[in-house]
């Protein structure tokens, strides 16, 4: 059975400081790899994709990911409060549109 | 871009009547739309993937008869929940990928909270 584990917290980071969320999936067909942010009593919305081994940053904003480990991150660097949410990762198989979603990480940023 | 829009945002039905929820890609075309459903503090269970053109596909446990998925053309996918009961109340949340660019990128609807009563 794919899955994919996060860490539910709730994280508390200091406001300005580096938020990191980690996540590991089961399934080594997996080629594809997303964040979504989710806040309370909203839908998830797409923050980062990373398909490849290494970094991709945008803006304040860095995915990692690294197959041979089957582990992504998300890195938030410059916590601001609105930054506080659930975030989930989710995996996604090659040739298969369905995503495989973690259980998610709840993010409080301390002001 | 990418944006997916679903209506009605909040419905509030009586036990054993039918609600349906509609699904739109606003300024994308999208081949397949998911169904999830939310329930509180809890994460995103996909219920069924909605093909143009074709049947969805359900996932185990999921009752096909119960939750009637149509997706008529290329931006509008519609989930009808029949026979609601007390227990169908959750959050409903549809997603569309992108027919075009080869991207693998899902994008959320704004999700619908429904309440049987």
């Known amino acids: 059975q794919k899955e994919v584990e996060q860490n539910s917290g709730p994280l508390s980071v200091p406001e300005g400081a580096i938020a990191s969320l980690n996540c590991t999936y089961s399934d080594r067909g997996s080629q594809s790899f997303f964040w979504y942010r989710q806040y309370s009593g909203k839908s998830p919305e797409l923050i980062m994709s990373i398909y490849s081994n290494g970094d991709k940053e945008d803006g304040r904003f860095t995915a990692q990911l690294n197959k041979a480990s089957q582990y992504v991150s998300l890195l938030i660097r410059d916590s601001q409060p609105s930054d506080s949410a659930t975030y989930l990762c989710a995996s996604q198989e090659s040739g298969n549109e369905k995503l495989t979603f973690g259980t998610g990480t709840r993010l409080t940023i301390i002001p | 871009g990418a944006v997916v829009s679903q209506h009605p945002s909040r419905v509030i039905c009586k036990s054993g009547t039918s609600v349906k929820i509609e699904c739109r890609s606003l300024?994308?075309?999208?081949?397949?739309m998911f169904w999830y459903r939310q329930f509180p503090k809890q994460s995103l269970m996909l219920m069924a993937t909605?093909?143009?053109?074709?049947?969805?596909?359900?996932e185990q446990g999921v009752e096909k008869d119960k939750f009637l998925i149509n997706h008529a053309s290329l931006t509008l996918s519609t989930l009808t929940v029949t026979s609601a009961h007390p227990e169908d109340s959750s959050f409903y949340i549809c997603s569309a990928r992108p027919l075009m660019g080869g991207q693998n990128e899902q994008y959320f609807g704004p999700g619908t909270r429904l309440t049987v009563t």
């Open positions: 909605s093909n143009e053109g074709s049947k969805a596909t359900y």
């Open positions: 300024d994308f075309q999208a081949t397949t």
